[in-house]
Every structure is written in C-alpha cells, then in structure tokens.
Nanobody, 125 residues
Framework: QVQVVESGGGFVQAGGSLNLSCVAS????????MGWFRQAPGKEREFVAA????????YYAESVKGRFTISRVNAKDTVFLEMNSLKLEDTAVYYCAAKETGFYYYSSSRTYDYWGQGTQVTVSS
C-alpha cells in the first residue's frame, strides 16, 4: 500500500508563510495525481490544491488561489504546498492525498486513494 506522510505544519502569524511537504512511498510517484485538503475544527474537509502526476496541471480552491502554490519533485516522491499571506481562516489540519486512478474529480476527497495523517497549521493574529 502507498504510504503518505505530511510534514511542515506549525504555528505562524497572519500574513506569514509556511511550507508543507508530503512524501508518498512507492517507485512510481509520478503516476499519482496529488492533492492537498484541509479540515478546520467543526467544519467539513475541503479541497485546497491538486497537481497532476507530471506537474503540468494544477488546480486551486478559490479561497487560496494566488496565495498557495502546489508543486512536486517526482525524483524525491514529494509534493509541496507553499502557503503565503496566511490568514486566520487558513487554520486547519492539512492532509496530503494520492490519486491512483487518474486526474479526475480532483476536488473531491472521496476520489483519492491514499491519505496521510495530517499536519496542523495554526495561524495566529
């Protein structure tokens, strides 16, 4: 089974930046589309960003567009989420997910096959 591990969460002041990393096990990382989701306390899990296996196509939730950047380094089996201009409402547990079955319905969490345990991001004033 593919193992997904996120890291890089922590505390940051509003307006600051934080970078998350996600490593997915396996020898064919480039075959997976990857996504970032987040879940704030008392709220449903929501889509944040996704990237195709080749890295040539990216999608972002409207709430983070222009502030967050998703990227990947397939040689390191790693996907990144660069978060800038952080807001209080960005506070959430951030999850990394791998999609084995193709880059369809990228914003739907139920279409992803493997999930990490999450890393908490807390934005303070």
């Amino acid at each position: 089974q593919v193992q997904v591990v996120e890291s890089g969460g922590g505390f940051v002041q509003a307006g600051g930046s934080l970078n998350l990393s996600c490593v997915a096990s396996g020898r064919t990382f480039s075959a997976y589309a990857m996504g970032w989701f987040r879940q704030a306390p008392g709220k449903e899990r929501e889509f944040v960003a996704a990237i195709a296996g080749s890295g040539d196509t990216k999608y972002y939730a409207e709430s983070v567009k222009g502030r967050f950047t998703i990227s990947r380094v397939n040689a390191k089996d790693t996907v990144f989420l660069e978060m800038n201009s952080l807001k209080l409402e960005d506070t959430a547990v951030y999850y990394c997910a791998a999609k084995e079955t193709g880059f369809y319905y990228y914003s739907s969490s139920r279409t992803y096959d493997y999930w990490g345990q999450g890393t908490q991001v807390t934005v303070s004033s």
